[in-house]
């Protein structure tokens, strides 16, 4: 995540502080210990060829007892710079592990608060509507024309708390491996075209154009394969302006064959789009989006698609908004 809250970032360089502080340390102490065994062998050689000297009769050191006392001290020095390296390099690779891990523990933590704070404003909102439409209903003798407005509001609100619930308990049963697939043969255009409908059923001002190539067949999960499309067409939705058309399309190319969800939003930042199938992530902060959502949607279209033996990416359309495109390998 680029964007912490204060707190956040706070703790953040505490910790970076604390840990860079313990790093120096440790390799300087190491140092310290180095050079210390390293003089403490140059003097055990030193007093060793001072003893040999002072011996009765001994003027002159032998030789060979000469070069085994440096050939020792040399030895030493080697193991010395061998044990440091190596304590050297476990030190290393340890706290780049320990960073990684923290920063990651770190980048979790505040995704999942951001999902906390985005899922509980999700589950009032259509809470909220569909209590005040219902004791509207109770309270007031309306027109049928209002009451139906009212009726299809609460029942676009009850969808779409449906979905959230679905996606949220999808994403915990595809991460645990409990999902238990039915895979058959599907009609995928059939599929994509209902999936269309319904939308449209959603989101009666939305203008959706597609072009579905017929009888496409594919191997998979029907329920899966739905909320893939579901997903995309719900996110083409939140950031895309209300009078822009998506465009939705579904042909063969040799072996493949591609789904593609066109929006004329404002895009995504090449920076984002690697990030934006990651669990929880949305582009900003809670504090700062205003768009909808959880930050499960993609991250379930790119789950279902690698389930399916297929690749899920973002392009940019031209000349505003951005272009989804699944790839299923036959």
Not at 116 to 144: C, F
Request: charge should be positive; glycine fraction near 4%.
């Amino acid at each position: 995540m680029k964007i912490f809250s204060p707190k956040i970032n706070q703790k953040l360089t505490a910790v970076k502080v604390v840990y860079w502080a313990m790093l120096i340390y440790m390799i300087a102490a190491l140092f310290w210990w180095f050079i210390a065994l390293v003089k403490q062998n140059d003097t055990l050689v030193a007093v060793q060829l001072q003893q040999i000297t002072q011996k009765p009769g001994t003027t002159v050191i032998p030789k060979q007892t000469a070069e085994q006392l440096l050939k020792m001290q040399s030895r030493k020095r080697v193991q010395y710079i061998a044990e440091g390296l190596t304590f050297l390099a476990l030190i290393l690779i340890g706290a780049v592990y320990v960073f990684r891990a923290t920063r990651r523990q770190i980048r979790a933590s505040v995704q999942q608060q951001n999902f906390m704070m985005a899922v509980t404003h999700e589950l009032k909102t259509p809470i909220a509507v569909t209590q005040l439409n219902l004791e509207t209903l109770q309270k007031r003798k309306l027109e049928p024309a209002q009451q139906d407005k009212m009726i299809a509001s609460t029942l676009q609100e009850a969808n779409r708390l449906n979905m959230l619930c679905d996606n949220i308990l999808l994403a915990s049963q595809l991460d645990g491996k409990a999902y238990q697939e039915s895979r058959i043969e599907n009609n995928l255009s059939d599929l994509v075209e209902g999936c269309i409908d319904t939308f449209k059923q959603h989101y009666p001002l939305r203008l959706v154009t597609e072009q579905i190539e017929p009888t496409l067949y594919l191997d998979g999960e029907t329920l899966l394969l739905q909320m893939l499309v579901n997903n995309l067409l719900e996110n083409a939705h939140k950031y895309a302006p209300q009078d822009t058309e998506i465009k939705v399309i579904l042909a063969a190319y040799g072996k493949h064959v591609k789904l593609e969800v066109m929006d004329s939003g404002k895009g995504i930042p090449d920076t984002e789009k690697s990030k934006i199938f990651e669990k929880f992530y949305r582009i900003g902060s809670e504090a700062t989006r205003n768009t909808k959502g959880t930050g499960l949607g993609l991250y379930l279209c790119k789950k279902i698609a690698e389930n399916h033996n297929a690749n899920i990416s973002v392009t940019d359309n031209k000349p505003q908004g951005s272009i989804f495109v699944v790839t299923f390998n036959s």
